[in-house]
T-cell receptor
Framework: NAGVMQNPRHLVRRRGQEARLRCSPVKGHSHVYWYRQLPEEGLKFMVYLQKENIIDESGMPKERFSAEFPKEGPSILRIQQVVRGDSAAYFC????????????????FGSGTRLTVV | GENVEQHPSTLSVQEGDSAVIKCTYSDSASNYFPWYKQELGKRPQLIIDIRSNVGEKKDQRIAVTLNKTAKHFSLHITETQPEDSAVYFCAASYNTDKLIFGTGTRLQVFP
């Protein structure tokens, strides 16, 4: 079990370019969550996706940010026309299910992608 | 929506002493409360969690208590060691759909 895989680990983009961050969930996990962590701050929820569906995007900025989790392949967080304020660590997590109960959901974080906008 | 407050923001203790970190949450529907440890430049790692149907859970030197009435929960680390030094985050969620994190506590354990 390889765990949640995120790539790239580090990404440098110039202002105005696009950033594409990838997340492959734990095998068997159908729920993916993206979080952003600014330097010296906590993690902020961005978006929650299941295969081919966005369940909750209440934490996503209204412009320039989008996310998808296609039927095949990794989840992608896309940031268009990046600005310096987008520099942060972006963490992806996955779980087996988002529903209640007493089972262990295996909510696991990836190692993150550190985006630097220059 | 849910809001989680965490205190203190920094905590320094002598090796062997206990450390306590406290969090409060706003949404009474929240029923899952994990604690994460994050070392510099690394991913958050789950160290212990508690669900709303229990008031306390312990795992070796780590324990978490939950007071649903007051909507607060705490992390207790006993016999602290230098390797416990890290940033600790509490979080709350309803059915683990999304985690709302506290602002973090930087714990330093001095030998």
């Amino acid at each position: 079990n390889a765990g949640v895989m995120q790539n790239p680990r580090h990404l440098v983009r110039r202002r105005g370019q696009e950033a594409r961050l990838r997340c492959s969930p734990v095998k068997g996990h159908s729920h993916v969550y993206w979080y952003r962590q600014l330097p010296e701050e906590g993690l902020k929820f961005m978006v929650y996706l299941q295969k081919e569906n966005i369940i909750d995007e209440s934490g996503m900025p209204k412009e320039r940010f989008s996310a998808e989790f296609p039927k095949e392949g990794p989840s992608i967080l896309r940031i268009q026309q990046v600005v310096r304020g987008d520099s942060a660590a972006y963490f992806c997590a996955s779980s087996r299910t988002g529903t209640g109960g007493l089972t262990n959901y295996g909510y696991t974080f990836g190692s993150g992608t550190r985006l630097t906008v220059v | 929506g849910e809001n989680v407050e965490q205190h203190p923001s920094t905590l320094s203790v002598q090796e062997g002493d206990s450390a306590v970190i406290k969090c409060t949450y706003s949404d009474s529907a929240s029923n899952y409360f994990p604690w994460y440890k994050q070392e510099l430049g690394k991913r958050p790692q789950l160290i212990i969690d508690i669900r709303s149907n229990v008031g306390e859970k312990k795992d070796q030197r780590i324990a978490v208590t939950l007071n649903k009435t007051a909507k607060h929960f705490s992390l207790h680390i006993t016999e602290t060691q230098p390797e416990d030094s890290a940033v600790y985050f509490c979080a709350a969620s309803y059915n683990t759909d999304k985690l709302i994190f506290g602002t973090g506590t930087r714990l330093q354990v001095f030998p």
